[in-house]
């Protein structure tokens, strides 16, 4: 079992839908959690950081802990086309990244 | 724009050639990161520095030599590389608190593409 698991996608959604990325992990250890965006050619930008279990909203994202069920969550609301890129979800105190998921946002 | 600058953003090498990429940051971070990225993968971590010194090697081959001259800059040296080597090597940096590296988030440069030929 891997680490860190998350849909490679492609996930498919048209402009102003609100997205749902995933990961799941199995070491209790990882306490800090990121999620990144990454466009082709780029190298990833930083979205949002938390480590504690809960949400965290920063504009049209939010982040969701739930280290019960070692589960985290990434929404976007009233996504945009520029919202395109490959969604990273990483466990920042063991340096694990999730393999991952590509977003398309259709106009 | 990102506040970590990688230079050059791009490179061609033979497997005989020595080359070096360099990293730069001004945010005061004092770890600094290595990784590589393969098509379609995620970064995949080869070294971190802490305070300029050498914290973490995750096995990676001799042919790659990493530098921390100051708490600004980061190098990777590369000699005899194989075309698997071939790659986006991106450079990252972060705060470090309580000692403790990986509880703040990593800051990206926009990495280097290395061909191997």
């Known amino acids: 079992q891997k680490e860190v698991e998350q849909d490679p996608g492609p996930l498919s959604v048209p402009e102003g839908a609100i997205v749902s990325l995933n990961c799941t992990y199995s070491?209790?250890?990882?306490?800090?959690f990121m999620w990144y965006r990454q466009y082709s050619r780029k190298g990833p930008e930083l979205l949002m950081y938390t480590y504690s279990s809960g949400n965290k909203e920063d504009g049209r994202f939010t982040a969701q802990v739930d280290k019960s069920s070692k589960y985290i969550s990434l929404f976007i609301r009233d996504s945009q086309p520029s919202d395109s890129a490959t969604y990273l979800c990483a466990m920042g105190n063991k340096f694990y990244f999730g393999s991952g998921t590509k977003l398309n946002v259709k106009p | 724009d990102t506040e970590v600058t990688q230079t050059p953003k791009h490179l061609v090498m033979g497997m005989t050639n020595k080359k070096s990429l360099k990293c730069e940051q001004h945010?005061?971070?004092?770890?600094m990161y290595w990784y590589k990225q393969k098509a379609k993968k995620p970064p995949e971590l080869m070294f971190v520095?802490?305070?300029?010194?050498?914290?973490i090697n995750e096995s990676v081959p001799s042919r790659f030599s990493p530098e921390c001259p100051n708490s600004s800059l980061l190098n990777l040296h590369l000699h005899a590389l194989q075309p698997e080597d071939s790659a986006l090597y991106l450079c990252a940096s972060s705060q470090e608190k309580s000692g403790a590296l990986g509880n703040q988030p990593q800051h990206f440069g926009d990495g280097t593409r290395l061909s191997i030929l």
């Open positions: 520095y802490s305070y300029e010194k050498l914290s």
């Open positions: 070491n209790s250890a990882f306490q800090y």
């Open positions: 945010m005061g971070h004092r770890a």
